[in-house]
């Protein structure tokens, strides 16, 4: 059994970035026992070096490996050069659980810009590396930070993905087990045809909509079967999916 957690958007740096709650969820995921955890972007929210280097040490708070992708916030004001500095590769794959899963991190953040896009050569690379999920059996994990379905409840849909219809195709095509993301703060799952593209609420930013609560995800993945558990600052644990593994 693998347990993976997935957390997005922090916005360190921004007036919203709720410490008290970013330090509860800290404590609570070291305890879950999680084998790895995912961040989906938007660590800080503006891209300053000062924010990646007082948000790096926030990371290293949590015990478990941890896996980071960036958002649009990240990508302002140069963050995308600081970000491959100080935290690292801006998209990855790396294959965990004795080589069962592949995780596929892609940078969707555009310099300046809300929008999101991936790009033909990184959807190329993508495909390449999701063939041999296909050829070998192997469960796989695509993190980015923008949607590529639109989610209820966000209102008017804008800076969305600008090929979202091209990487869908990509990723229906190859059977991807899950597709993860943020950038909305909203928690929601879509199943299209054998994929699942699941949503993550904010962490830490108190910039929610409605009733919305901070939150984080987990994926409880056995040799059998993935379970998937929204986990809310209120110490709720919503279940949203589970399903047979391939």
Known sequence: MTLITHISDIHFGSSAFNEEIYLK????????KTDFIILTGDLTDNGY?????????????????????????????VGFKVFEDEIGERNWARKI???????????????DLNNGNIGR?????????????????????????????????????????????????SLVDKKV???????????????LED???ISAGSLSSNKLRGKILNSYNTYDISKNNVEVLLNQIDGSKIFLASFERD
């Open 49 to 77: 070096y000062s924010s990646f280097l007082k948000i790096k040490e926030y990371l290293n708070m949590f015990e478990a490996p941890l896996l980071s992708i960036p958002g649009n916030h990240d990508a302002r004001n």
């Open 97 to 111: 659980s004795d080589d069962e899963i592949l995780i596929v991190g892609l940078d969707s953040s555009e310099p």
């Open 25 to 32: 969820f800290v404590d609570e995921i070291n305890n879950s």
């Open 121 to 169: 050569f990184q959807q190329l690379w993508l495909e390449d590396l999701l063939q041999t999920t296909i050829d070998d059996s192997i469960f796989s994990i695509v993190a980015l930070h923008h949607h590529l379905i639109p989610i209820p409840n966000t209102g008017r849909e804008r800076n969305e993905l600008l090929d979202a219809g091209d990487v869908l195709k």
């Open 177 to 191: 087990n899950l597709v993860i993301s943020g950038h909305k703060h909203v928690p929601y799952i879509w199943k």
């Open 195 to 197: 994929s699942y593209f």
